[in-house]
């Protein structure tokens, strides 16, 4: 077994990510590109607890990879944490903990942590896995910008201030060179 743990800032409240984070629609958005599972298109009810289901992985959206299964463990409100159990394919075992806390007034960190067991591909699939999570925390830095600001939804702001920030005089926060992303 390998653990992979990757963090990020996010220029939000942990509550309007944890909101998020519990929609299938918010895991499709942010593994688009990467990753695709049909059987949670056009799904709208939040992930529940003890919720389990198998359906195709989808490499690229194109390229069936396995079929998954997902188990979900626990959704735990208060501490704003979601855990899964999934195996497919040569995956034995992909335990996934998503987690976001507070860090700011309107700023918190979200965290991936998966424990792999892949046999002997154990190390390469870990691998994988630090590069598709950060491709993931990518995604949620854009999902944030788009929709969950706590100025608003970007589609939503008035136009002055949609030219405001076209022009560079109101950017936000900046993240540090060598920051995780």
Not at 38 to 45: I, N, V, Y
Not at 80 to 99: C, I, K, M, P, V
Not at 121 to 141: D, F, K, M, P
Request: include cysteine; hydrophobic fraction near 35%.
């Amino acid at each position: 077994m390998k653990t992979v743990h990757v963090r990020t800032e996010l220029p939000t409240t942990a509550d309007r990510v944890w909101r998020a984070m519990q929609h299938p629609a918010s895991f499709l958005y942010v593994t688009r590109g990467l990753f695709g599972f049909p059987a949670l298109f056009g799904r709208t009810d939040p992930i529940r607890e003890d919720e389990c289901g198998t359906g195709w992985l989808m490499l690229f959206h194109l390229i069936p990879l396995s079929r998954h299964t997902i188990h979900v463990v626990e959704v735990d409100q208060d501490a704003r944490t979601l855990r899964s159990r999934e195996h497919g394919g040569f995956l034995r075992a992909w335990n996934h903990t998503l987690h976001v806390e507070p860090s700011g007034d309107h700023s918190c960190t979200y965290s991936d942590t998966v424990d792999i067991d892949a046999g002997p591909l154990t190390g390469l699939v870990a691998l994988a896995a630090s590069g598709i999570y950060r491709y993931r925390q990518r995604r949620w830095h854009r999902l944030v910008h788009r929709h969950l600001l706590p100025s608003g939804p970007r589609y939503a702001r008035p136009a002055a201030a949609m030219r405001k920030i076209k022009s560079g005089a109101s950017r936000g926060p900046t993240m540090n060179a060598g920051e995780p992303r």
